[in-house]
């Protein structure tokens, strides 16, 4: 009788430890990874979606559908030792489309522009919550 109930005793302090260890690995989640499509036409821009989680890995698929060469720049392409910027630029050719993946680690709004040259054809904020 003392054995089994020491028995018993053993089991249930080890399942006490063990449990939780197991339970840990499934608990966390996969990071979001998500498609914003980005269409630049001569007189406008569109964002679909405009927003994103913090954390999350976004590709940018970047589509120039105007007559003109278009340079789309979003957030702070500058980036170096103690910077807290994210962002990028790139030119489109007419009927051109690039992807861009980008990992977002801050939260705020980056500032999108769409220009032909150095005018701004369309503005716009992406936000990161």
């Given at each position: 009788?003392?054995?089994?109930?020491?028995l018993?005793?053993?089991?249930?302090?080890?399942?006490?430890?063990?449990?939780?260890?197991?339970?840990?690995?499934?608990?966390?989640n996969?990071?979001?990874?998500f498609t914003?499509?980005?269409?630049?036409?001569?007189?406008?821009?569109?964002l679909?979606?405009?927003h994103?989680?913090?954390g999350?890995?976004?590709?940018?698929?970047?589509?120039?559908?105007?007559?003109?060469?278009?340079?789309?720049?979003?957030?702070?392409?500058?980036?170096?030792?103690?910077?807290?910027?994210?962002?990028?630029?790139r030119?489109l050719?007419?009927?051109?489309?690039?992807?861009?993946?980008?990992?977002?680690?801050?939260r705020?709004?980056?500032?999108y522009?769409?220009r032909?040259?150095?005018?701004?054809?369309?503005v716009?904020?992406?936000?990161?919550?």
């Amino acid at each position: 009788m003392r054995r089994a109930l020491l028995l018993g005793a053993v089991c249930g302090v080890s399942l006490a430890f063990v449990a939780p260890a197991l339970a840990a690995s499934r608990t966390t989640n996969e990071p979001a990874i998500f498609t914003v499509r980005v269409t630049l036409t001569d007189t406008s821009i569109r964002l679909s979606p405009n927003h994103a989680a913090r954390g999350s890995t976004v590709t940018f698929v970047l589509t120039n559908r105007g007559r003109k060469t278009h340079i789309f720049t979003i957030g702070d392409a500058r980036r170096g030792p103690g910077f807290a910027q994210q962002g990028f630029v790139r030119t489109l050719r007419p009927n051109q489309q690039l992807t861009i993946v980008m990992y977002l680690d801050l939260r705020g709004i980056l500032r999108y522009a769409n220009r032909v040259g150095s005018r701004p054809v369309a503005v716009g904020a992406f936000r990161i919550t």
